[in-house]
């Protein structure tokens, strides 16, 4: 099981990106101009990548930190 400190991060970090997502998609109605475009491919669109590759991270390092703990604990049972 991936450390669970390091996964609620993630899981935090996702639902506030999507969160952020709601609420864009709710200024459309009311502002929908050059200037939200500029906005959106500048700031919003470059936003995705990054926060699906910073999750991957998270996963990534919450095995690695399982992994060590396992390894450290196997040893510390064999002396």
Do not use: H
């Amino acid at each position: 099981m991936p450390n669970s400190r390091v996964m609620a991060g993630s899981t935090q970090l996702a639902q506030r990106t999507n969160a952020l997502r709601e609420q864009w998609r709710m200024t459309e109605e009311t502002w929908n101009d050059a200037v939200r475009q500029r906005f959106q491919e500048r700031y919003l669109a470059p936003l995705e990548p990054a926060v699906d590759s910073a999750i991957n991270g998270f996963q990534k390092i919450a095995e690695v930190i399982d992994r060590l703990r396992k390894d450290c604990s196997d040893r510390s049972e064999t002396w």
